[in-house]
């Protein structure tokens, strides 16, 4: 019957950021989350995060190949891989777009590098304790503009419908 699968489609879309609220219940506690994050994104497991382990991290968002990384495969991406984070996907992708260009690509990651080592110490390293202290707050950020009135403009999600 054809109705199933409408409802099959609808339910995903609700699933995969189609409401109308965050739920940052799901990434809380927002050190734990940043801190799984970070020992993913610290491809050799030295405890510090550099611009190339960044730029590796986001390569695997580049779907067409053209060496940058546009906001539609950036969420569609995360669409699939994590629906939680998801739900926050186009704050993120503002807080790495550093120069507001809507592409992520080298000179974004450098900025963001530059972003986190300046919010601690500044000496040109990330460590793990800047980056989750960098999260915790920017997560922090993201929840206090969702309970604000006027702080929706970014959810226009609708991953599941999109292709
Ligand atoms: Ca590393
Ligand atoms: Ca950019
Ligand atoms: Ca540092």
Known sequence: MESSGVLLVFVACII??????LD??????YNLTAAIMFLQEDLNQDGQMTVAEIDA???????NGDGRESRHE??????????????????????YDVNNDHHLE????????????????????????????????????????NNHPHGNSHEHGHCAAGK
Do not use: R
């Not at 940052?24 to 506690?29: D, E, I, S, V």
């Not at 991290?57 to 779907?63: A, G, I, M, P």
């Not at 793990?128 to 993201?142: C, P, T």
């Open 16 to 21: 995969c950021g189609g409401v109308s609220a």
């Open 74 to 95: 950036y969420t569609m991406m995360i669409c699939s891989a994590d629906p939680d984070l998801y739900q926050i996907s186009h704050y993120l992708y503002d807080d």
């Open 106 to 145: 080298q000179t974004d990651y450098e900025g963001w590098h530059k972003k986190i080592d300046d919010s601690g110490d500044g000496n040109g390293v990330v460590t793990q304790e800047e980056f989750v202290n960098y999260w915790v707050k920017m997560l922090e950020g993201i929840e206090a503009q």
């Open 57 to 63: 991290v986001f390569d695997k968002y580049d779907t």
């Open 24 to 29: 940052m219940t799901k990434l809380q506690p």
